[in-house]
């Protein structure tokens, strides 16, 4: 049976105001290993995400075994367990996640362990996926989902219970599944990136962290490659807002921690802005561009930062007309 995150990746943000990114209840397609995917038998296991996988279900209730050895995919040979996804996890810092089963009768359960590199890769996963889901009873700590599947992130670490047969007696069993891998991970490092979105207007539970080009697909398409120069070193966070000024529009914060990168990274922008985009205003510091919709969009240097409305109604102004 496939695994692998579920959730829907790659909605693009429509006309008039962002998408939320919604979850659905579909297998990801799994690749045919080329490569050996899974840690050999007998070897002790590593630490990371398999020492965060329980290898039984506790709590009240019937038995659960697990009829096959956890699978164990490093870096590029999450390709061999997902297909969809990998590039968005990739992208955002993957280092590793381990996949165990548990079976009770015609019942099964699929518990996916993923270690990204640090705190702000892990919420980036989970923002991702989350779109407009809610907590589930009994989970600790951050997450969202139902009887079919639930997610957490918890520091570094994103888990996943997949229940592929939305049997609501296997619920209890997914909680205690997301609990004992969450108990295992000490702490839960701050994500400061967030801190970068004003709250005022801020749509809640619409952020998204954006680290190079598969993620920025789900905010705006604004030129190809790496157009916000992230180079695999940063990334930006991103929300929906709605003012009583600027109506409904999505906006893009990156801090490059130089000014000198900061205003590199918006000629670089300008230089390779997808077509469909025209610039009608620009200075030193900032733009204007309108895309074929009528819809404008913005960017402007701000000390060391790229601050990016998109989806505007209205012409924003404070640039001058391209010469």
Request: proline content about 6%; hydrophobic content about 40%; some cysteine.
């Amino acid at each position: 049976m496939c695994s692998g995150p579920s959730w829907a990746a790659g909605l693009r943000r429509g006309s008039g105001h962002a998408l939320l990114l919604l979850p659905v209840l579909a297998q990801v397609a799994c690749r045919s290993a080329g490569a050996p995917a899974t840690a050999p038998l007998g070897v002790a296991p590593a630490p990371g995400a398999t020492a965060l996988a329980p290898g039984r279900v506790e709590g009240p209730g019937p038995e659960w075994t697990e009829p096959e050895r956890p699978r164990r995919f490093i870096g590029q040979d999450l390709f061999n367990h997902i297909d969809g996804a990998a590039e968005i996890f990739l992208e955002m810092g993957f280092r590793e996640v381990v996949v165990r089963r548990y079976r009770n009768g015609e019942a099964s359960l699929a518990l996916e362990v993923y270690e990204m590199k640090d705190a702000t890769a892990a919420r980036g996963i989970y923002l991702r996926f989350r779109g407009q889901g809610t907590p589930v009873a009994g989970v600790a700590g951050r997450n969202f989902g139902n009887r079919y599947q639930i997610a957490a992130q918890k520091d570094r670490t994103f888990v996943q219970v997949t229940n592929a047969s939305g049997e609501a007696r296997c619920l209890s069993a997914m909680v205690s599944l997301v609990n004992q891998s969450l108990r295992a991970v000490l702490d839960d490092g701050d994500v400061t990136l967030l801190n970068l979105l004003p709250a005022e207007g801020r749509v809640p539970g619409s952020e998204v962290i954006v680290c190079g080009p598969y993620s920025l697909q789900s905010v705006f398409t604004l030129g190809e490659g790496d157009i916000l120069q992230l180079q695999g070193q940063r990334c930006g966070i991103a929300g929906d807002y709605q003012t009583e000024l600027e109506g409904s529009f999505t906006r893009l914060i990156i801090a490059y921690g130089r000014a000198d990168d900061a205003q590199a990274a918006f000629q670089h922008l300008l230089q390779g802005l997808d077509a469909q985009l025209r610039v009608v205003q620009r200075n030193e510091h900032s733009a204007v561009f309108r895309d074929q919709a009528g819809q404008f969009g913005s960017v402007a240097v701000r000390n060391d930062q790229l601050d990016i409305r998109l989806h505007l109604v209205r012409d924003p102004g404070g640039a001058d007309p391209p010469g």
